[in-house]
């Protein structure tokens, strides 16, 4: 089966900039994640979707951030405008079951972001 | 609130020697416990995960883990290490909430091989 796509793999841009990255889950996966993983750290849960409603966006900077997933299929992350510390790889993640306590995830390779 | 503590952030080992990344728990709930491997400009990949039944628990690639509830642990072993096991290793628990179910990542470990 075709995994999480994600684009773009790269991007750069400057401050106070806008961006937008793009996630495909796997077909018929229900949930969907956004995560934030800055180097040197553990990723970090941004936002869940089940379909096309938010689950989970606490650790969503919302003066900043945004997400959606209109249909229930792919999603987009957007950050606008853009700082240094956004600077970030994106990963998505889609699994099957949104309470299966964590099982059947499938990570994206993600999006490397540096904001400069 | 569910946490993991892993408590090197680099292991350096020998080929051929063993390998132990070791990982401690917080959680209120029955956990679900994972360790993912991201090998560089590569994607998170799943090693092996706690599902409640045995609680020893073998992986890919030769890896195992052994949940202890007495000590809160899940550490991570290999017998062996192979030069390809270099890689970031991340202890993660699952945060079962309301609707859905989020993963937990503790802040990884590097683990370095040496020939």
């Known amino acids: 089966e075709a995994g999480v796509a994600q684009s773009p793999r790269y991007k750069i841009i400057e401050k106070r900039q806008s961006v937008a990255f793009w996630c495909n889950p796997i077909s018929g996966h229900a949930t969907l994640y956004w995560y934030q993983q800055i180097l040197g750290q553990g990723p970090k849960l941004l936002i869940q979707?089940?379909?096309?409603?938010?689950?989970?966006d606490s650790q969503l900077p919302k003066d900043r951030f945004s997400a959606e997933r209109l249909k229930g299929v792919d999603s987009t992350l957007k950050i606008q405008p853009a700082k240094l510390e956004d600077s970030a790889v994106y990963l998505c993640?889609?699994?099957?079951?949104?309470?299966?306590?964590?099982?059947?995830?499938?990570f994206g390779s993600g999006t490397r972001l540096t904001v400069v | 609130a569910q946490s993991v503590t892993q408590l090197d952030s680099h292991v350096s080992v020998s080929e051929g020697t063993p390998v132990l990344l070791r990982c401690n728990y917080s959680s209120s709930y029955s956990p679900s416990l994972f360790w993912y491997v991201q090998h560089p400009n590569k994607g998170l990949q799943l090693l092996l995960k706690?599902?409640?039944?045995?609680?020893l628990v073998k992986g890919i690639n030769g890896f195992e883990a052994e949940f202890k509830k007495s000590e809160t642990s899940f550490h991570l072993t290999k017998p062996s290490a192979h030069m390809s096991d270099a890689a970031e290793y991340f202890c993660?628990?699952?945060?079962?909430?309301?609707?859905?179910?989020?993963?937990?990542f503790g802040k990884g470990t590097t683990l370095s091989v040496s020939s």
């Open positions: 993660v628990v699952s945060d079962p909430n309301q609707a859905g179910t989020a993963l937990i």
């Open positions: 979707f089940q379909n096309n409603g938010v689950v989970d």
């Open positions: 993640a889609s699994s099957l079951i949104g309470s299966d306590r964590g099982y059947g995830y499938t």
């Open positions: 706690y599902t409640s039944a045995a609680t």
